[in-house]
Nanobody, 115 residues
Framework: VQLVESGGGLVQPGGSLRLSCAASGIIFRLHTMGWYRQAPGKQRELVASITSVGSTNYADSVKGRITISRDNAKKIVALQMDNLKPEDTAVYYC??????????WGQGTQVTVSS
């Protein structure tokens, strides 16, 4: 299993970023996919997830600002982040959860929101 994140970077408050996670080595369409984040000194937390049938779930702190989507043909899950805030600064991790068994993590991509 390989999950490769991209799209992180430095953005000003109020700006936007789009993260992508390219998956390989899995039957992508059968996995629930998610994005987690971990800020310095804090626990890793769920940002958003999307099931194999497209049902989504978001952390309260990002509702209305962040959208998760998936492209089963390309095996990509994306996270569109708008109106970013300094508290969104973290390492963002892609996560793939199969129907049975344990999930897999990507290496993470840094998102920094600062003026």
């Amino acid at each position: 299993v390989q999950l490769v994140e991209s799209g992180g970077g430095l953005v000003q408050p109020g700006g936007s970023l789009r993260l992508s996670c390219a998956a390989s080595g899995i039957i992508f369409r059968l996995h629930t996919m998610g994005w987690y984040r971990q800020a310095p000194g804090k626990q890793r937390e769920l940002v958003a997830s999307i099931t194999s049938v497209g049902s989504t779930n978001y952390a309260d702190s990002v509702k209305g600002r962040i959208t998760i989507s998936r492209d089963n043909a390309k095996k990509i899950v994306a996270l569109q982040m708008d109106n970013l805030k300094p508290e969104d600064t973290a390492v963002y991790y892609c996560y793939a959860l199969p129907l049975v068994g344990t999930g897999s993590w990507g290496q993470g991509t840094q998102v920094t929101v600062s003026s």
